[in-house]
């Protein structure tokens, strides 16, 4: 694919030790790197900058709130959108694999699937594979579809999120994008990709408050797009 296409979104909150590395790591030649940063007080956006990405504020705390934060900073020519963390968890050298089926034409969004491809021991704790498991098997109960995993790193057209019209600001995010795109027929996939420990400590999956507050968040989501039904794209 044509990286002049292509812009990517990366949420940030007190990522000073990570983000550079993260940006560094991103292949050459893309449109536009956007940081929304969700109200570090560290030095995470001067090192964001300084590694040539665009800094933005998402003052507004929560995961998706950050996202659409960066969404809204986007260039008109960015075509497809390509999201991922701040915390190095990711690999971000993978983003052509998760592009490919995208430029081939046989997808609108791409999840990167850390069950299918390789987790390093220890970068994904008990809690979160639990969580994994339990929100992608109920998916599969309600709407028909076997996704393997929530995961951050993904990309998708411009025009499937403006279809989607992202609302949740929090940690639904991932799961409402993923519940919209099968309500709306978009075309998924997902493509194994590299996880590692992340830099630094978990700001969910690290806390007991934090898993509890986005499982409940995430099946709730579910739940609630169900129930809803498909709302028009």
């Known amino acids: 694919m044509d990286l002049s296409r292509v812009g990517v979104v990366i949420p940030t909150l007190d990522e000073e030790a990570s983000i550079g590395l993260v940006l560094a790591a991103l292949p050459a030649g893309l449109r536009q790197v956007v940081v929304a940063d969700n109200g570090s ?8 900058r300084a590694a040539g990405a665009q800094v933005v504020s998402a003052p507004e705390r929560g995961y998706g709130a950050a996202c659409l934060a960066g969404l809204a900073a986007l260039e008109s020519g960015v075509e497809v959108v390509a999201f991922l963390d701040a915390d190095r968890s990711d690999h971000p050298d993978e983003l052509p694999s998760l592009l490919q089926p995208v430029s081939e034409g046989r997808a609108d969004m791409v999840i990167g699937s850390r069950a299918l491809g390789h987790a390093e021991p220890g970068s994904m704790l008990p809690q979160q594979r639990f969580g994994n498991w339990l929100a992608t098997r109920l998916i599969r109960v309600l709407f028909g579809h076997r996704y393997t995993d929530l995961g951050p790193f993904r990309v998708i057209t411009r025009e499937a999120l403006e279809r989607i019209g992202m609302q949740d600001r929090t940690y639904g995010w991932t799961v409402e994008m993923q519940v919209r795109a099968l309500q709306l027929g978009l075309r998924v996939e ?4 590299s996880y590692r420990r992340r830099v630094g ?12 507050g986005a499982g409940v968040k995430i099946i709730g989501t579910v739940i609630g797009l169900r129930l809803r039904g498909p709302a028009a794209g």
């Open 201 to 212: 400590r978990s700001k969910i999956a690290g806390t007991v408050r934090g898993t509890l």
């Open 41 to 48: 007080t560290d030095r995470s956006a001067e090192v964001a």
């Open 190 to 193: 997902e493509v194994p990709v």
